[in-house]
């Protein structure tokens, strides 16, 4: 009996699915650069099972229902997992990190006479001086204010301590013209979210190599990406997903193939290419494209492809 | 289990010990399935495809219905947030009502529960504003893919289909390959009528007639039972009963077998029979199905 069979049948996690949760839970860990949980140093076996009890006590039933009702068999059931540490694993590195900066923006903004604090009914918030009453727009104008802030990069934030000059000033111009979009007050939490958003890549990413994205056969990653965009650069900053995904791009894939190779319909392509191309354009901010390079990077980003 | 452990492996196994599904997804519990109704809520299969919904409309051949998953924190903002207190599931929810279109019913696979009254304010849990997920902040998040990835498997379900459509081209096969009654009555081991309502058009063949039909017209199995003429309409609808997929599941020649070929199968079984077995329009839906699902069951 297959594990998705046993856990259907006996509405209970039995060996199997435990080795099958610790199989590729370790997979997840190994092949992104998460952190492993606060007491340990490195990813073992009992750090994995940390992961695992961590996500299965805030939400266990919720993840197992989901996975249940959603898969068909053994193959779809371990990519519906996968996702879901992965994503549990990006949500608490994105809650610590905007949990930080929420505690850096108090400090910054508490010392520029510009901003103000005050409480709403949510709790703590901030406002331009002169600012009344409380912002209840959507979040997604804030975070369009946010994107029109340009030269946001920061090197580097230390995990603690004084904010370095430079991120300290990016962070107070995206700040400030967030609160000026939102002309009242915003509370912290969301106010950090959308600052968190717009300088993300706070920490560096994991390099990965090519032969981990592009495994065996008779293609050469190198070859096949090297010269074009500055690719294999790129492709080496970036997560394995999203690098497996620009190598396939960058091979002229089809969409039948990237749907095949990535185990994904055609929607969930499109939305995983938005999202890189918001990182290679990232990654390519410091570069001045030529016309061949831009059209290179429409192409990629699906703007006359997928 | 039996695992041993300590420390963090101790506390997974004591927090995993203590999780069991709800009672209407595990196998063993599946009761006989009701007819579809508002506010029921259904697993949605068809293929590698599977969703849940609730039922908000109920048409003849589709019904209309709002897609709903378990996790909340994977809600955007477009997604209701229902509470454990909404559903006999005992389940939060969280209801895609951006989301809400029409499947066919014979996609439905399992009743899994139902929306409960409201104890105060509108009765509708979906129609009133109430509390949403989180708005998206761009590309980047998770939560984008995740809703991606739902509508691709909803949108597969949502076009499913089993009946050749419009086709009912076998008689023109025949003709183009030289094939005439008499000798399509020896291949099949049909009466000669019934041999000569096949090459009119007017009726069927079942997938042993087609296996044995197929190499004289160069066609395989699935590609003479393509030709056929569409089943009656009446004929489709009691087989896409959901009460009828598990019986029908059970007639499955192998596990790989799709449910196409299952159903296509069993539609020409029945209306081959009804038609050999009546000379005016044939009918009685519900009982030759019954009788082909109890038949075709027990085969070996």
């Known amino acids: ?306 | 289990m039996t695992q041993d452990g300590s420390g963090a492996q101790s506390r997974l196994l004591d927090v995993l010990a203590r999780l069991r599904l709800p009672e209407a997804l595990i196998h063993d519990s599946a009761s006989i399935a009701p007819l579809p109704a508002p506010d029921q809520l259904w697993r949605l299969l068809w293929g590698s495809s599977a969703a849940v919904g609730i039922v908000r409309e109920v048409h003849e051949d589709t019904l209309e219905m709002c897609p709903v998953t378990f996790v909340p924190d994977e809600a955007t903002q477009s997604a209701h947030l229902l509470p454990a207190t909404s559903n006999t599931l005992g389940m939060e929810l969280v209801a895609w009502v951006n989301l809400t279109r029409a499947f066919p019913v014979f996609t439905l696979e399992r009743h899994l529960g139902d929306l409960v009254p409201r104890q105060a304010g509108p009765k509708d849990w979906l129609s009133e504003p109430g509390p949403t997920g989180m708005p998206i902040l761009g590309p980047q998040e998770p939560r984008i893919i995740l809703e991606a990835e739902l509508q691709d498997r909803l949108q597969d379900i949502a076009e499913a289909s089993w009946v050749p459509q419009g086709d009912g081209t076998l008689h023109k096969a025949l003709r183009a390959s030289g094939v005439f009654p008499s000798e399509l009555a020896q291949l099949l081991g049909v009466p000669l009528p019934t041999a000569l309502g096949i090459q009119r058009g007017q009726l069927p063949v079942d997938d042993q007639m087609a296996a044995a039909l197929g190499p004289r017209i160069g066609l395989t199995v699935t590609g003479v039972l393509a030709r056929n003429p569409a089943p009656p309409v009446e004929l489709q609808r009691e087989l896409n009963k959901p009460a009828r997929r598990a019986a029908l599941w059970a007639t499955r020649r192998s596990v790989n077998e799709s449910e196409v070929v299952t159903r296509r199968r069993a539609a020409a079984s029945v209306y081959t029979l009804a038609a050999r077995e009546s000379t005016a329009e044939p009918s009685g839906w519900v009982d030759r199905v019954d009788r082909y699902l109890q038949v075709a069951g027990q085969a070996p």
């Open chain 1, 1 to 306: 009996m297959g594990v998705l069979a046993d856990l259907a049948a006996s509405g209970r996690v039995g060996p199997d699915t435990y080795s099958m949760l610790c199989e590729v839970a370790g997979r997840v860990v190994r092949s992104h650069s998460f952190p492993p949980p606060a007491s340990y140093t490195s990813w073992t076996d009992e750090a994995v099972a940390d992961l695992l009890a961590d996500l299965f006590s805030t939400k266990g039933m919720s993840v197992l229902t989901q996975w249940v009702a959603s898969a068909t068999d053994d193959a779809s059931l371990k990519r519906l997992v996968y996702k879901s540490i992965k994503n549990h694993l990006i949500d608490q590195a994105k809650a610590t990190e905007v949990g930080k900066l929420r505690r850096r923006l108090d400090t910054l903004l508490s010392a520029d006479d510009r901003f103000e604090a005050t409480n709403v009914a949510g709790g703590h918030a901030w406002t331009l001086k002169g600012s009344v009453g409380t912002w209840q727009g959507d979040l997604g104008d804030l975070v369009a204010a946010a994107a029109r802030v340009s030269r946001v990069h920061i090197a580097s934030l230390p995990p603690s301590g004084p904010t370095p000059r430079a991120a300290k000033e990016v962070l107070l111009r995206v700040a400030h013209a967030v609160l000026a979009e939102a002309d009242g007050a915003v509370r912290d939490q969301d106010l950090a979210r959308v600052v968190q958003y717009r300088v993300a890549y706070l920490h560096p990413i994991r390099e990965v190599s090519l032969e981990e994205v592009v495994p065996g056969g008779d293609l050469d990653p190198y070859e096949a990406v090297d010269g074009r965009l500055e690719a294999r650069e790129i492709v080496e900053a970036l997560p394995p997903d999203d690098a497996q995904l620009l190598v396939l791009l960058l091979n002229e894939a089809t969409t039948e193939d990237i749907c095949a190779q990535l185990s994904c319909g055609p929607g969930e392509a499109r939305a995983r290419i938005a999202g890189l191309r918001e990182k290679v354009e990232y990654l390519l901010r410091d570069k001045t494209l030529d016309e061949e390079q831009s059209r290179e990077l429409g192409r990629l980003s699906g703007e006359d492809g997928i």
